[in-house]
């Protein structure tokens, strides 16, 4: 038996978001059925966490345990060859028997992408959320510093999360300016609950667009009431970046 660790690259906009299910098509139902037919084995594909519908990711980890004696690097090759263009394996590696995708990881990193322009894009619709009304980054910034540290996220989790446990540490945030029309919103943190980037990014929005001041920010946060936070971004614009293990 081996244990087989996979860095995925996917775009999410044709999935049902990464965990399988029954009448929809995702990206570990895809990954399973694909690596089946190469081991011939029903293989369980588990991944460092789940990703909404439409969600991308460039670096998702996931293993699998399999009995193939394939090589490391022919598995990817001939594993890319049957995948569908929009899921890539990016790296195939051994790994030991005890790796777990989801339970070893301690940090991950989200990107989210804004298209801020009065006028929308046709070729990066996909992968941006188009909001025309100018907003100002500077402020955005300064209410995300409010959110860096270990606090209790409850006000930017999403209805019907089961965690138990709403405290996480945000070790970074940022908001910046890319080009003319591109606003970036970067954060890793041990731990992102459902929908928390996205209702994050939807209230620093607000405060972009004056509708809030960056100190509301701290306000929502310590509410700890998700009905006091921003609307949840589009799913289009959010990217798992980077998964991390150990130190």
């Known amino acids: 038996m081996r244990n087989l660790k996979l860095i995925i690259e ?8 990464w965990q399988r299910q029954d009448r929809h098509t995702t990206i570990q139902g895809i990954l399973e059925e694909k690596i089946g037919i190469l081991t011939r084995e029903t293989v369980t594909v588990i991944g460092s966490g789940r990703t909404d519908s439409g969600v991308h990711a460039l670096c998702q980890v996931a293993h699998v345990k ?13 594993l890319n060859a049957i995948l569908p263009q929009d899921i890539v394996i990016k790296d195939v590696a051994d790994a030991p028997l005890s790796f777990h995708a989801r339970f070893d990881v301690t940090s ?7 298209w801020n322009d009065p006028v929308p894009t046709a070729l990066c619709r996909r992968y941006f959320w188009h909001i025309a009304k100018p907003l100002d ?5 300064a209410g995300a510093g409010f959110l860096i540290g270990t606090h209790d996220f409850r006000s930017f989790c999403g209805a019907g999360s089961k965690v138990k446990d709403y405290v996480r540490t945000v070790r970074h945030i940022t908001v910046a300016k890319e080009g003319r029309e591109k606003i970036i919103i970067s954060m890793a943190s041990d731990g992102f609950m459902r929908h928390m980037v996205r ?3 939807g209230t ?10 960056p100190q509301d920010v701290e306000v929502i946060r310590e509410a700890q009431e998700r009905k006091e936070a921003g609307m949840t971004a589009p799913a289009q614009g959010l990217f798992l970046v980077n998964v991390c293990y150990g130190e």
Do not use: P, S
């Open 10 to 17: 996917y775009d999410g906009t044709n999935y049902h978001g």
């Open 66 to 78: 399999t009995n193939t004696e394939a090589d490391c690097g022919m598995f990817r090759y001939a």
């Open 108 to 114: 991950k990193e989200y990107r989210y992408q804004i």
């Open 137 to 141: 980054v500077e402020r955005m910034a």
């Open 199 to 201: 209702n994050i990014v």
């Open 204 to 213: 620093l929005v607000d405060v972009g667009k004056g509708k809030r001041i």
